[in-house]
Nanobody
Framework: QAQLVESGGGLVQPGGSLRLSCVAP????????FGWDRQSDGKQREMVAE???????RYADSVKGRFTISRDNAKYMVYLQMDNLKLEDTGIYYC??????WGQGTQVTVSS
């Protein structure tokens, strides 16, 4: 089973920034679409951002203009830069490979 490991979560004030990182398995890294999903209290897990093997980006409407997903194929890493964070961005963020593998998640809490 693929092992993805997230890091970079924490507590931040509204308007602040965080950068999440995900280290993914090396095997066939370059051919996969990677994404970040979010699980907030009382809500279904939702896609936040995706990046395909060719670099095509997709974002949830709620984060467009504030979040940026990127990947480094040489380092087998996926990143999520989160700026201008809002209270509603609070949740557990999961790194996803394709549609069938997720990490354990990292907690992001936006609070004043």
């Amino acid at each position: 089973q693929a092992q993805l490991v997230e890091s970079g979560g924490g507590l931040v004030q509204p308007g602040g920034s965080l950068r999440l990182s995900c280290v993914a398995p090396r095997s066939s890294f370059g051919v996969y679409t990677f994404g970040w999903d979010r699980q907030s209290d009382g809500k279904q897990r939702e896609m936040v951002a995706e990046i395909t093997s060719g670099g095509t980006l997709r974002y949830a409407d709620s984060v467009k203009g504030r979040f940026t997903i990127s990947r480094d194929n040489a380092k087998y890493m996926v990143y999520l830069q989160m700026d201008n964070l809002k209270l509603e961005d609070t949740g557990i963020y999961y790194c996803r490979r394709g549609n069938s593998a997720w990490g354990q998640g990292t907690q992001v809490t936006v609070s004043s």
